[in-house]
């Protein structure tokens, strides 16, 4: 096959086909838009480190209030029922003031050991 040889033309060197440096979008200009997007970003992330940091210590604290609270509310439960079980159950009320209190019914004695 015979090879076939390229007509000369007489073209401009901005049509031709090298990747030539243009001025708009050349690499200078490209290096100076990422370098302002940069810039751009650092503006953006640095005031909001300091506030990152305030929102995680106000999560902490309030972590800690939530499981304050949930012991809080297991306590009061306990002081309830245990309040209610003082009101309706005699015999519950009985075993809670003889042990401390050393109460006894008449006709029983109490021993008490010590060690």
Not at 7 to 32: C, M, Q, W, Y
Not at 75 to 95: F, G, I, M, T, V
């Amino acid at each position: 096959m015979p090879r076939r040889k390229r007509a000369v033309t007489d073209r401009s060197s901005e049509f031709s086909s090298g990747r030539e440096e243009r001025a708009l979008f050349g690499k200078p200009t490209l290096v100076i838009f990422w370098l302002f997007v940069v810039v751009v970003c650092a503006a953006l992330i640095i005031p909001a480190i300091p506030q990152y940091r305030l929102l995680k210590k106000i999560e902490n604290e309030l972590l800690e209030a939530e499981q304050s609270e949930l012991a809080l509310r297991k306590k009061r439960d306990q002081l309830h029922d245990e309040s209610r079980a003082l009101k309706k159950n005699p015999r519950y009320l009985e075993a809670r003031a003889r042990d401390p209190l050393r109460v006894q019914i008449e006709g029983e004695s109490v021993i008490e050991i010590k060690n």
